[in-house]
């Protein structure tokens, strides 16, 4: 099966189902709205939003491609962007020292020689 066959039985034949049952539901709504079921007005407007909603999902797929695939890819170019840019900082300016890290390395130490002091390293 061609790519074109593919796309109208898995992306303009369901956007047709869809606005073709929207276009129904908004008519059946509307004339109950018209019967004096008053939720039904609520429905009449639902309905066609549903079906923009629709197109705009249709028209992103077709443009895109597979959705996930879209994101996937766009979010892989952000993260490399910023590996980029952190490995160029890295080779700008070489990393400070953490007093913090060396704070702690330093009470590890400590702590590691008072034990040896009184014979508690295992």
Same mark, same amino acid.
Request: contains cysteine; charged residues 25%.
């Given at each position: 099966?061609?790519?074109?066959?593919?796309?109208?039985?898995?992306?303009?034949?369901?956007?047709?189902?869809?606005?073709?049952?929207?276009?129904?539901?908004?008519?059946?709504?509307?004339?109950?709205?018209?019967?004096?079921?008053?939720?039904?007005?609520?429905?009449?407007?639902?309905?066609?939003?549903?079906?923009?909603?629709?197109?705009?999902?249709?028209?992103?797929?077709?443009?895109?491609?597979?959705l996930t695939r879209w994101f996937t890819d766009r979010y892989r170019k952000r993260i490399d962007a910023y !590996?980029? /840019? +952190? $490995?160029?900082?890295? %080779?700008?300016?070489?990393?400070?020292?953490?007093?913090?890290?060396?704070?702690?390395?330093?009470?590890?130490?400590?702590?590691? !020689?008072? /034990? +040896? $002091?009184?014979?508690? %390293?295992?």
């Open positions: 099966m061609n790519q074109r066959w593919k796309d109208i039985l898995t992306l303009h034949l369901p956007l047709v189902i869809v606005l073709a049952f929207c276009t129904y539901a908004t008519i059946n709504q509307y004339g109950r709205a018209q019967e004096g079921v008053q939720r039904s007005w609520a429905y009449t407007f639902q309905w066609p939003i549903i079906g923009l909603f629709a197109i705009v999902v249709w028209n992103r797929y077709r443009k895109h491609g597979n !590996r980029a /840019e +952190a $490995e160029a900082a890295e %080779v700008a300016e070489p990393e400070a020292p953490d007093p913090d890290a060396e704070a702690w390395a330093a009470y590890q130490e400590d702590l590691r !020689r008072r /034990e +040896a $002091e009184r014979g508690d %390293v295992t």
